[in-house]
């Protein structure tokens, strides 16, 4: 279970929030500038709250009172970006492998698995640019996932999308999800899409 209970300053309010999560999909839900993509930058370590903690399944990721902050590369914690953050100069083999430690059988089989379940296979040799946008968010949420990450952190992941592709990729993260097992937390300011994608919807107002 991740635990997250922490407050944190930022220009005109103090962002001040407490959620629980099991191994579902919980959203963060909000108008824009209410301090969901600074919740996820928290979890994530790339912000230090100013207060509280952050427990991961016993682990402290961060404690005001304990003085614990667990820098983000050693987290296992995934963060899918808004823009997806791919490299367009690496093709989608190597976008997918970037970050990966060692090249070893269990990688490559979960390499495989991953292009086989995502429905990627296709894509490997050609270059971000000429992917559309639900393959890009694919190959995204491949990158992702080759971390074997603790926790998987989306942010608005569906927005850029058409409403069928984004309807399509809806129940893609919903059934990755439950093979992986593990938390996945996402931002999203659509009603509709916190319906459809959230175990949990937490609103941040």
């Not at 952050?54 to 667990?70: A, D, P, R, V």
């Not at 690496?90 to 070893?104: A, D, E, F, T």
Request: glycine fraction near 6%; charged fraction near 25%; hydrophobic fraction near 40%.
């Amino acid at each position: 279970m991740l635990q997250v209970n922490i407050k944190k300053e930022l220009p005109g309010f103090t962002l001040d929030v407490q959620f629980s999560v099991e191994n579902n999909i919980a959203v963060l839900f909000g108008p824009s500038g209410c301090g969901k993509t600074t919740t996820l930058r928290c979890i994530a370590g790339l912000i230090k709250p100013d207060a509280g903690e952050i427990i991961n399944n016993g682990k402290i990721l961060f404690s005001s009172e304990l003085q614990t902050f667990i820098p983000a590369n050693q987290r296992r914690v995934s963060y899918m970006f808004q823009e997806y953050a791919l490299f367009p100069h690496l093709n989608v083999k190597k976008n997918i492998w970037y970050g990966v430690k060692s090249h070893n059988q269990i990688a490559e089989k979960l390499y495989k698995q991953l292009l086989e379940l995502l429905q990627i296979e296709h894509l490997t040799e050609r270059f971000t640019n000429k992917l559309s946008g639900g393959e890009k968010q694919r190959v995204a949420l491949a990158r992702a996932l080759m971390a074997e990450p603790e926790i998987l952190l989306l942010d608005e992941p569906l927005s850029a999308l058409d409403e069928e592709t984004r309807c399509q990729l809806q129940i893609e993260l919903k059934r990755m999800q439950k093979l992986w097992n593990i938390p996945f937390i996402l931002v999203t300011h659509d009603r509709n899409e916190a319906k459809a994608l959230g175990d949990k919807v937490i609103y941040l107002a």
